[in-house]
C-alpha cells in the first residue's frame, strides 16, 4: 500500500452515494442533464470507470481545458455540460466536484478560452490550478519539468492525490495562511516514502533515474558514452566536502572586496585598484616587466566577475556592482556558497556547463591525469550539434575549446585540478575537492528537469 501523508484517507474511502453505479445516479437527473453528464464522464474516466477514481486535478484539467478547447460545442452547451457534472456529482456526494463544477471560475474561463487570444485564458488557467492546493509545488528538494517522462508523471500524480487527501480532511486549505508551506511539506513526505510497488525506491529516487537516463542518453553517441559511465556514481546525494570555503577563498575575497559596491570603469571592467588587489592576494600575472592595466589582462579575475554574475551573487546597477541578498547570504555560509558556484558552473541551460559536465566527466572516469588535448578533444566531440551561436550556425567541435578552458581556468582557481604542464604534455588531474564538485555537477545536470523534448 502506498504510503500516506500523516491523517489522510484513501482516495477510496470518500462517503455518500458516489460508489453506486453510474446509471443510478444518471438516473436521478434530467434526461438532457443525463445524457451530457454521461458523455462528460466518458471522455474524463476510462470505460467502465468509477467517480470514486476520478482526481481534482483531472476534474480540473477536464473543465478549465478541455472542456473548452477540445469540445466541438457552442459556449452555451459548454457551461450546460458543466452544471450537469455538478448535479451528478451532487447525486454522488461529492460536493467538492459539485462545487468545482458550478464555480464562476469555471465558467469565467468556459467563456475566456472562446476569444480569439488565448494567452489570458492561459494565464488565468495557471492560476486557477496553483490556487487549488492540489498541483503539486516545486520544492528545495525536487523542480517539476514541464516535459515528463512516466516516472515523473506518476508521481506527480500521486502527490497530487496527497494534497486532494489533505484537503478531504481539512488539513490543507488552499488560501489559508501557510497553506503553500504545509503543501511543499506533502510534497516531500509523498517523494521520500519508500514505496513498495517500486521495490523499496523513493518517488524521488524514480524521479532522478529516470532524468539521468534521459540526460545521458542524449546525443552526440560520444557524449552518450560517456555520461552513461556516469549515472552509476550519480545515484547518492553528493556531499559539499570538508572545507569547501578555503576552496573558494578567490572568489569570497572577490566578493567581500565588491560589498557595498565598486564603480566600473567607462568600459565595464572592474576598476585597476582592485585588479591590482587581487593579483598582489593571488599572484595569477607574473608578466616581468608588463604592466597590469584590467580585469582582461586577469582572466581569473575576470572569470570570477562573470561567474559572480551569473549566479546572481552581485548585482550591477549603472555602473555600480555590489553584493546582492543572496551574495550576502552566501558569504556566511560555505556549503550555500559552494552549492550556487557548482550550479552556476554546471547550468546544463549554458554551453559553458555542458562543456564543464563533459570535462568533469573525462577526469572522473579516468581518475588519473588526463592529457590536456584529451579534454578539449571528448568536450569539442560531446557538444557537436547540440548548441548554436548567436547567428543561428551550428556550432563545431573546435567550438568546445573555449567550454574546457573556462571550465579548466575556473577549477584551477578553486583548486579543482592539478596541472603539470612540461610545455608539451599538459596534463589534468582531479583533487579530492575537484572530484566532489565533478560529481556534484554531473548530478545536479543529471537531475534538472526536463523543458524540452
Known amino acids: 500500500m502506498d504510503a500516506r501523508f500523516p491523517g489522510a484517507p484513501p482516495m477510496g474511502d470518500r462517503t455518500g452515494t458516489c460508489h453506486q453505479p453510474l446509471e443510478t445516479l444518471l438516473g436521478t437527473l434530467h434526461s438532457s442533464s443525463a445524457d451530457l453528464a454521461r458523455a462528460a464522464v466518458a471522455w474524463i474516466l476510462p470505460e467502465g470507470g468509477s467517480l470514486t477514481q476520478l482526481s481534482q486535478a483531472e476534474l480540473q484539467e477536464f473543465l478549465w481545458y478541455q472542456l473548452p478547447c477540445k469540445w466541438l460545442a457552442e459556449t452555451k452547451e459548454l457551461h450546460a455540460i458543466a452544471l450537469s457534472l455538478a448535479d451528478l456529482f451532487t447525486a454522488a456526494g461529492l460536493e467538492r466536484f459539485a462545487a468545482l463544477c458550478r464555480a464562476p471560475q469555471t465558467h469565467r474561463l468556459l467563456d475566456a478560452w472562446q476569444e480569439g487570444d488565448h494567452g489570458p485564458a492561459r494565464k488565468t488557467m495557471k492560476e486557477a490550478i496553483r490556487a487549488s492546493g492540489v498541483d503539486p509545488p516545486d520544492t528545495p528538494l525536487m523542480r517539476w519539468g514541464s516535459v515528463l517522462g512516466e516516472a515523473e508523471a506518476s508521481a506527480r500524480r500521486r502527490v497530487s492525490q496527497a494534497l486532494e487527501q489533505a484537503i478531504d480532511t481539512g488539513e490543507l486549505v488552499p488560501g489559508q495562511r501557510g497553506w503553500s508551506q504545509l503543501a511543499a511539506a506533502i510534497t516531500e513526505v509523498c517523494l521520500l516514502m519508500p514505496r513498495l510497488t517500486l521495490r523499496g525506491v523513493t518517488l524521488h529516487q524514480s524521479v532522478c533515474r529516470e532524468r539521468g537516463q534521459s540526460w545521458a542518453a542524449e546525443s552526440p553517441a560520444g557524449r552518450q558514452e560517456l555520461l552513461t559511465q556516469m549515472l552509476p556514481l550519480l545515484t547518492r546525494q553528493v556531499a559539499v566536502p570538508t572545507g569547501a570555503g578555503a576552496s573558494l577563498l578567490p572568489l569570497r575575497w572577490l566578493l567581500e572586496h565588491v560589498g557595498d559596491g565598486v564603480t566600473l570603469t567607462q568600459a565595464g571592467?572592474?576598476?585597476?585598484?582592485?585588479?591590482?588587489?587581487?593579483?598582489?592576494?593571488?599572484?595569477?600575472?607574473?608578466?616581468?616587466?608588463?604592466?597590469?592595466?584590467?580585469?582582461?589582462?586577469?582572466?581569473?579575475?575576470?572569470?570570477?566577475?562573470?561567474?559572480?554574475?551569473?549566479?546572481?551573487?552581485?548585482?550591477?546597477?549603472?555602473?555600480?556592482?555590489?553584493?546582492?541578498?543572496?551574495?550576502?547570504?552566501?558569504?556566511?555560509?560555505?556549503?550555500?556558497?559552494?552549492?550556487?558556484?557548482?550550479?552556476?558552473?554546471?547550468?546544463?541551460?549554458?554551453?559553458?556547463?555542458?562543456?564543464?559536465?563533459?570535462?568533469?566527466?573525462?577526469?572522473?572516469?579516468?581518475?588519473?591525469?588526463?592529457?590536456?588535448?584529451?579534454?578539449?578533444?571528448?568536450?569539442?566531440?560531446?557538444?557537436?550539434?547540440?548548441?548554436?551561436?548567436?547567428?543561428?550556425?551550428?556550432?563545431?567541435?573546435?567550438?568546445?575549446?573555449?567550454?574546457?578552458?573556462?571550465?579548466?581556468?575556473?577549477?584551477?582557481?578553486?583548486?579543482?585540478?592539478?596541472?603539470?604542464?612540461?610545455?608539451?604534455?599538459?596534463?589534468?588531474?582531479?583533487?579530492?575537492?575537484?572530484?566532489?564538485?565533478?560529481?556534484?555537477?554531473?548530478?545536479?545536470?543529471?537531475?534538472?528537469?526536463?523543458n524540452r523534448v
Open 269 to 450: 571592467w572592474l576598476p585597476r585598484s582592485l585588479v591590482l588587489k587581487a593579483n598582489d592576494a593571488f599572484g595569477w600575472f607574473d608578466l616581468f616587466g608588463v604592466p597590469l592595466r584590467t580585469e582582461t589582462d586577469l582572466p581569473e579575475l575576470g572569470t570570477l566577475h562573470e561567474l559572480a554574475r551569473r549566479t546572481k551573487l552581485v548585482t550591477k546597477k549603472g555602473r555600480q556592482v555590489l553584493l546582492s541578498n543572496a551574495g550576502r547570504r552566501a558569504l556566511s555560509d560555505p556549503n550555500q556558497l559552494w552549492r550556487i558556484i557548482v550550479a552556476g558552473i554546471f547550468s546544463a541551460s549554458i554551453y559553458e556547463g555542458e562543456g564543464a559536465a563533459l570535462a568533469a566527466a573525462t577526469l572522473v572516469k579516468a581518475n588519473m591525469p588526463v592529457p590536456y588535448p584529451t579534454v578539449e578533444a571528448n568536450v569539442g566531440a560531446g557538444m557537436v550539434g547540440r548548441w548554436r551561436s548567436v547567428s543561428g550556425e551550428m556550432l563545431q567541435q573546435w567550438s568546445g575549446l573555449d567550454a574546457a578552458r573556462e571550465f579548466g581556468l575556473l577549477a584551477e582557481v578553486f583548486g579543482w585540478i592539478e596541472q603539470n604542464d612540461d610545455g608539451q604534455n599538459r596534463t589534468w588531474t582531479l583533487t579530492p575537492p575537484g572530484r566532489q564538485a565533478a560529481l556534484m555537477g554531473l548530478q545536479l545536470q543529471a537531475w534538472t528537469p526536463r
